[in-house]
């Protein structure tokens, strides 16, 4: 039989939430199936979509807000309903806080039985949870309405400060059908979705020629100026002003942290002292001590110190958030160092020799101390002897991206391992959390296809352990140093009852790269530098999945590393 009319083509919501994703340039998911979206992910994957599967949705979030950082352009994640969403909504939290541009999508369930509470499959008004933890949210009910909601999704993510998003898209949204070529017409190419914001004149005029009455000026890089990737432009206005610069850890490797105006190695002296301080993506949070008290040279915890404040922000809001910020700079990174280097002019005069001068005596002689502790090989490995080998691997292969996290494992890293390329840091960042380890390594070697070398502490490591397994099944170029001292912090508790084991302690010598072998990658148990160079070197040439149970001092460590005040029974012991 025929009829005079032909049917129309058809297309479905699988297809037209992949078509908005590849018109947008996006090529790659993070992800665990499940109801609803396990279709979703097959059929992405064989319309070339790079889908990589995790075994929590956590980790496939911070695979997402990883993947944001280096490239830029929102990394995307994809989750079940419910419990699903909630294991992802973690990541999606740090991504807002860390200013990552993410998009959590998760399934959900029927919008009528849930808002009648009918109890459905996994039943939860996800939206509404998700709301106050990210920059934005959104719902779409109607395959129509798909182009709309992924291109607003993209524009939140990336637009102004970055950060987290979120996109509910109900089970039936999925098979929802509509005419093939009305829904490619109803597709959004989002244009400009970070446009520029350039600063006004007044205010880089206003920061300048405070920059120009310092006697003692620094600089902090925070990890939102290598998120801008305006890396030529800062280097130019670093180097023009001449002016020492500390950068926070994700910003290591702007400029390489063997750069002579580093001030580094001189960390405590330069904060407490510098008269004008310049503060370009970064923020007066913790990590800072809020600008006041005796990092700031300050005497008491709640007062601020004698520093004027500059603060490069792309948010009004941030500066006076804890002190008061002399001369605020808003707008984008780099149009602001743009502008300033502009402002400049010739003949900038560099700051004062006996500022300069002190900086430099002081960290010949912490450098100096460093080197000495570095050099030595303790009978048992320590941090420092392990460390020593990751950091002249690193050295010897600057592109690789090292992927950091712990207590003690954290600090000591920090101090010891230098970068000598931007991005490529990748650690706990503002809130310190604790987990991030294995996502931010699977991310950094699918988006880069580079080496990665993950330094983690034995405790920290358990929060994403089980996701070597990803990282075997896609074959990744990642080679894990799990610093083993057998607990949290140290293994040398003791639970004075002597009925079980303290709460810090771990199973004694834990053999953490027979996990990696059960996989198929390469375990290695390393007992001093030289297993450790050797198994390091043979990761990084093979490129094989790696991991390599770097056996440390017990006794090595302290109580939650160099954040102890934080720890409410620690401050009662003073």
Known sequence: MTTDTQASEQTDGFHLVI???????????????????????????????????????????????????????????????????LNGLTALANATTNCFPMILVSGSSEREIVDLQQGDYEEMDQLAIAKP??????????????????????????????????????????????????????????????????????????????????????????????????????????????????????????????????????????????????????RLNWLLSHGKGKTWGAEGSKSAGKQQFIQVDISPTEADSNVAIAAPVIGDIGSCISAFNQAMGAGWSKPPSDWTGAIAERKDKNLTKMAETLAKNPPVMNFHSALNVIRNTVKENPKAYLVNEGANALDFTRSIVDMYEPRRRLDVGTWGIMGIGMGFAVAAAVVTGEQVIAVEGDSAFGFSGMEVETICRYNLPVCIVVMNNNGIYKGTDVN???????????????????????????????????????????????????????????????????????????????
Not at 35 to 55: H, N, W
């Open 133 to 282: 933890l990210c920059k934005a949210a959104f719902r779409v009910l109607h395959a129509e309405d798909i182009g709309v909601g992924i291109a607003r999704a993209i524009r939140a993510a990336v637009s102004g400060r970055p950060g987290g998003v979120y996109l509910d898209l109900p089970a039936k949204l999925f098979a929802q059908g509509m005419d093939k070529e009305a829904g490619k017409r109803s597709l959004i190419k989002v244009v400009d979705p970070a446009p520029k914001q350039i600063p006004a004149p007044d205010a880089v005029q206003r920061a300048v020629d405070l920059l120009k009455s310092a006697k003692k000026p620094l600089v902090i890089l925070g990890k939102g100026a290598a998120y801008a990737q305006a890396d030529a432009e800062i280097r130019n206005f670093i180097e023009k002003s001449g002016i020492p610069y500390l950068p926070m850890s994700m910003a290591k490797g702007l400029l390489p942290d063997n750069h002579n105006q580093s001030a580094s190695a001189a960390r405590s002296y330069v904060l407490a002292e510098a008269d004008v301080v310049m503060l370009v993506g970064a």
């Open 496 to 574: 004075p009852r002597g009925d079980a084991m303290a709460p810090t302690q771990f199973v004694k010598n834990a053999r953490y790269d027979l996990m990696m072998e059960a996989f198929g990658g390469v375990g290695v148990t390393a007992k001093n530098p030289e297993e450790l160079k050797k198994a390091l070197d043979e990761a990084v040439a093979s490129r094989k999945p790696t991991l390599i149970n770097a056996m440390i001092d017990e006794s090595a460590g302290t109580e939650s590393g160099r954040i102890t005040s934080l720890n409410p029974a620690a401050a009662k012991k003073k």
């Open 19 to 85: 078509d908005a994703l590849k018109l947008n340039d996006i090529d790659t998911i993070f992800a665990l199936p499940g109801i609803p979206i396990t279709d979703f992910l097959r059929i992405s994957q064989a319309e070339g979509m790079k889908v990589i599967s995790f075994r929590h949705e956590q980790h496939a979030g911070n695979a997402a807000a990883a993947a944001g950082f280096i490239t830029g352009k929102p990394g995307i994640c994809f989750t079940v309903s419910a419990p699903g969403f």
